[in-house]
């Protein structure tokens, strides 16, 4: 079965170092790649999205993720975190467009000043 | 312009007490999406409609749940004899096109059955 993998529930870092979030999936072809975000009590909002071409994708609030086929991955990055992207972190796939999300466990982030 | 929006935003209800959760998509948005959040499961796909379609009703957890779609837009997730194990937070989405599209949620509902 179609699965995705955030191996890290909770992750901790320093506000202005880098952060970088792993996500795995698994799945025949190359899915169709998300990463929401959702801060306390509020919905989710997407960061970006994979569907095709170039693998590294810029999105909102400073965020990117790269596409490896090779490694079926597709991690989060920021080079500098700001106490505001403290939240909780869902990476996603579609297996074909319009379908349905199947979400990871999601990452939890916390940010220490 | 107007996010997608659901109502209510809590709800309370006692076991075996039936409930309806709205839901109100993007104007124009053809597809629309019902998940369920809860800790021990994570998020997970209920049922979603696309335009005049059959919905794909693929991750129902039960038949005591079920989903209208009324003239292609407000969309009613009902739950009949509501369980404990029910209690989540159910959350809607929209996407305007089926290729290569992104879906939109709202803020969900906090659904609690003591």
């Known amino acids: 079965a179609q699965s995705v993998t955030q191996p890290d529930i909770h992750i901790t870092v320093s506000e202005g170092a880098s952060l970088e979030l792993r996500c795995n999936y698994s799945?025949?072809?190359?899915?169709?790649l998300f990463w929401y975000v959702q801060s306390p009590g509020q919905g989710l909002q997407l960061l970006l999205k994979y569907f095709s071409g170039d693998t590294l994708v810029q999105g909102i609030k400073g965020f990117e993720a790269e596409f490896k086929r090779s490694q079926s991955s597709f991690n989060l990055r920021k080079p500098s975190v700001h106490w505001s992207d403290a939240a909780e972190y869902f990476c996603a796939v579609a297996l074909q467009a319009g379908t349905a999300l199947i979400f990871g466990k999601g990452t939890t982030l916390s940010v220490s000043s | 312009g107007a996010g997608v929006s659901q109502s209510p935003s809590n709800k309370v209800t006692e076991k075996g007490k039936d409930v309806e959760l709205r839901c109100d998509p993007i104007s124009g948005h053809t597809a629309l999406y019902w998940y369920r959040q809860s800790l021990g499961q994570g998020l997970e796909f209920l049922i979603y409609?696309?335009?005049?379609?059959?919905?794909?009703k693929s991750g129902l957890p039960s038949d005591r749940f079920s989903a209208e779609r009324t003239g292609g837009s407000v969309s009613t997730l009902t739950i009949q004899r509501t369980q404990q194990e029910d209690s989540a937070v159910y959350l809607c989405?929209?996407?305007?096109?089926?290729?290569?599209?992104?879906?939109?949620f709202g803020p969900g509902t906090r659904l609690t059955v003591l």
């Open positions: 799945y025949g072809a190359t899915p169709y």
């Open positions: 409609f696309q335009g005049n379609s059959a919905p794909d």
């Open positions: 989405a929209s996407s305007s096109t089926v290729r290569t599209d992104t879906q939109y």
